[in-house]
C-alpha cells in the first residue's frame, strides 16, 4: 500500500515550508526512520524521516519551491509494490479528497481521551477497502467512528490487513482536534516600553487564559511539545521575553522583579481579556511567575512551576559558565547536555536552533545580564520562598527527580503553599516538559480544569 509524504507541522503557527534539499531520489529505495527531505519552516531547518519502508515513486515539491501544511510532497510505494502515473495521480485525488473532508471535520467539536495519540507527523495513508469500496474496519471502530464524528476513509488502518480499529479511530479524531486548535494561532510582535515582544496566541478566544513562561537562555519554543494539547482547551500565550528569542535585546534591567512587573505591562498590551490569567514558567521563567504572583496577586488564577528557579540557593555552576561563554555549536551542545537525564535528546536541530537565537545581535549581552542578575558562583540571588505562604491560589510544582541545574530538594519548599502539591517525574532532568511531554501536559490540563 502507498504511503504519501506530506508536508509536515511544526509548531501550531507554521503554515507553509521550503523543501531544501531531497535525500533520496525518485526510483530509490527508503527505510522508514531515514530521511528523506530537509525541509526549512520559519525558525528552523529540519529533516523529515520516511513514514515506510519502499521505493520512492514520485516526488511532487522541487527543491526550493514553497508548499502548504499538509500537501504531498512525495508517494513511496511499498516493496514489490507498482504503481502507473495514473494510479499515482488517482492516489493524490483521493488524498485531497481527504484533506477536504478532515477540514470540515475539523469545524465541528471532537471528543477524544487526551491519551490518544496524533498520528505521525507528515505521513497519509489511504484506507483499504473490501472489494464493495466499503473501509476494512471493526464494528467497534465504525461504531466509535460514528459517535466522534470521524471519516473512516481517511484513517490508516493498524490491525491485521489494515484493518482500522478502535485506537485508530482514536488517533484520528485526536490529531483532527490538535490541527483545529492551531487553525487561530497567530505569531505576533507587540511593543512594551519601547521593546519589541514575540509571542504566539492560540485557542479559543472565550476559555481561559494561560501564559507560558520560559527559563535563562530559553525562548517559546522551549513549549513547542506542550502548547498543542494546551490549545485545545485555553486561549494560550507564549512570549519570548524580553532579551531573549525574537524579542528585543535592549540594556535594561534583567532581574526577576523587573521582568515580572514586564510580563505585566506586556499582558496589559493584549488587552483586557488577560488580566487574570494561569502562569505555567519553567526555570528562571518559574522564578518570574511567581514573583509575579506576589506582586500581583489578583491577576493570577493558577501557577505551574517547573523546576522552579527562587526556591533555594544552589544552581549548577557549569551551566551557567556555558551560558555566559560566547556561544558556539560546541559550547551550546555542552549546555544543553546538562537539561536532560538522556543526553541524547540535545539533537543537533535543537543545538543549531538555539544557537542561531544566542548569535543574534545583543542576545549575547542580554543573556548575561539576564544571568547575572538571578545567579553567581553557583548560587541564586533571587529567594521567593517567603512569597509562597501568602498566596491563595492553587500551585503545581513538577519537578525532574534527577535534574543536576537545580535540585530536586528545592521542590519540598512546595509545602510552604496552603494550596500546592507537588509532582516529581522519574527519570528526568532539568526539562520534564520536554522529555516526558505527553504525560506532563495531561497532568497541567488536569490541574489547570479542576
Known sequence: M???VSMPKWGL????GLVVAWLKQTGEAVQQGEPIVEIESEKATNEVESPASGVMRWIGVQEGDSAPVGEPLAVITAPGETLSDEQVSALLREDAEARRQRAEMQKKPAASPSSAKPAAAGATVRAPTTAGGRVNASPAARRLAQELGVDLSTIAGTGPGGMVGRE?????AEAAKTASASEGAEERDITVDGVSIHCLLAGPLNAPHVVFVHGLGGSLATWSLNLPAFAQQFRICALDLPGAGDSGKPERDYSVPALAAFLARFLDALGPDWQRVSLVGHSLGGAIALSFAGQYPQRVERLILVDSAGLGPEIDATVLDLMRSQPTLDTVRAELTHFFARPGLAQQSLVEQVYRQRAQPGAHAALVSTANAAFGNGQQHIDLRDTL???????????GAVDTVIPVTHAEQATRAPRSRLEIFSGCGHCPHIEQAEAFNGLVVAFLRE
Not at 503557527?13 to 507553509?16: D, E, L
Not at 485508530?168 to 484520528?172: S, T
Not at 505562604?389 to 519537578?399: D, G, H, K, S
Request: charged letters at 15%; hydrophobic letters at 60%; a positive charge.
Open 13 to 16: 503557527a507554521m503554515k507553509t
Open 389 to 399: 505562604p501568602p498566596l491563595n491560589v492553587p500551585i503545581l510544582f513538577v519537578w
Open 2 to 4: 502507498a504511503t504519501i
Open 168 to 172: 485508530d479511530v482514536l488517533r484520528a
